[in-house]
C-alpha cells in the first residue's frame, strides 16, 4: 500500500467525529435503523446490521440505544424512509471528495452538502467524477500494542484466511481485503484470538492529494461542516493529511 497508512488518515476523522459523542450516537443509530429495516433485525442472520453494531459498540454507544434503533426499525408503527445518497465533488486544491448520506428529505440534504462545498473552496461534480479514484475495501486494523504477533505471522495467517494485503505501521497492522471476503476473513482471524481497532468496508483512495496553507485549512473546515450534517454519515476524501502529523 505504498508505505502510506490509510488507516491513519480515517482514524484521524474519526477521532475529531468521537469528539462529538451525541452526533455520532445519532448517526450510529440510523445505520442501525436502516440495516434492520432492510436485513432484519437479528444481528447473526444480517451481516450489515452486524457489522454497524460492532462500530456502534466500538464507539461505546450505549447497548439501550442500540436496541431501540433495532425495535424502531422492526416494529410495525415506524413508517420513517431513509435514502442513501451519495455525492461527489472536488475540496480546495482539487482533493476529491465523496459524501454518503442517509436522509428522509434529499431537497434538504442536498442544498446543504452543496452549501458546504461552495463555502469553502470545493465544488460539487457529477456522479462518478472522483468514484474512480477510491476502491472499496475491508479493512481490519490491530492493535500492536494489544496483540504480541510477529509481523510475518500475521501476514500469513491474514493471506490464508482470504486477505488481499496487509501493511504495518509503528501503532497497527492494516489486513485489507476484497468487500466480499470481509466477513470470511474477520470471522478467521476472531478465532485465532485477534480482536479488531476497527472493522470496516471502506473506500480507500489510490492517490492522495497533499495541501498546504490555506488551502489545508479550508478543505478541513469543509470536512468538519459535513460532519456536522446530521444526513452525512461518511466522508472519502485523498487528502494527504500526514502533514498534520508534524503540526
Given at each position: 500500500m505504498a508505505g502510506h497508512s490509510k488507516w491513519k488518515n480515517i482514524q484521524r476523522r474519526k477521532n475529531a467525529q468521537d469528539a462529538k459523542r451525541g452526533k455520532l450516537f445519532m448517526k450510529l443509530a440510523k445505520e442501525i435503523y436502516v440495516a434492520a429495516k432492510n436485513g432484519g433485525g437479528d444481528p447473526a442472520a444480517n451481516p450489515s446490521l452486524r457489522l454497524v453494531i460492532e462500530k456502534a459498540k466500538a464507539a461505546n454507544m450505549p447497548s439501550e440505544n442500540i436496541e431501540r434503533a433495532i425495535k424502531k426499525a422492526t416494529g410495525n408503527q415506524e413508517h420513517t424512509h431513509y435514502e442513501e445518497i451519495r455525492y461527489e465533488g472536488y475540496g480546495p486544491g482539487g482533493v476529491a471528495v465523496m459524501v454518503v448520506c442517509l436522509t428522509d428529505n434529499k431537497n434538504r440534504t442536498a442544498a446543504n452538502v452543496r452549501a458546504a462545498f461552495s463555502k469553502n473552496g470545493g465544488?460539487?461534480?457529477?456522479?462518478?467524477?472522483?468514484?474512480?479514484?477510491?476502491?472499496?475495501?475491508?479493512?481490519?486494523?490491530?492493535?500492536?500494542?494489544?496483540?504480541?504477533?510477529?509481523?510475518?505471522?500475521?501476514?500469513?495467517?491474514?493471506?490464508?484466511?482470504?486477505?488481499?494485503?496487509?501493511?504495518?505501521?509503528?501503532?497497527?497492522?492494516?489486513?485489507?481485503?476484497?468487500?466480499?471476503?470481509?466477513?470470511?476473513?474477520?470471522?478467521?482471524?476472531?478465532?485465532?484470538?485477534?480482536?479488531?481497532?476497527?472493522?470496516?468496508?471502506t473506500m480507500i483512495p489510490q492517490t492522495y492529494t497533499a495541501l498546504s496553507g490555506d488551502e489545508l485549512k479550508k478543505m478541513l473546515k469543509l470536512i468538519d461542516t459535513l460532519e456536522d450534517d446530521d444526513d452525512v454519515q461518511d466522508i472519502y476524501h485523498n487528502l494527504d493529511e500526514s502533514v498534520l502529523d508534524e503540526a
Open positions: 465544488n460539487l461534480g457529477e456522479t462518478g467524477c472522483v468514484s474512480y479514484l477510491f476502491e472499496r475495501k475491508g479493512l481490519l486494523v490491530i492493535d500492536r500494542g494489544e496483540h504480541d504477533v510477529d509481523e510475518d505471522e500475521l501476514l500469513l495467517l491474514a493471506i490464508e484466511a482470504g486477505a488481499e494485503e496487509m501493511e504495518t505501521t509503528d501503532e497497527s497492522f492494516e489486513v485489507y481485503t476484497a468487500p466480499e471476503s470481509f466477513e470470511a476473513v474477520k470471522e478467521q482471524l476472531e478465532q485465532q484470538g485477534f480482536t479488531f481497532a476497527s472493522a470496516e468496508i
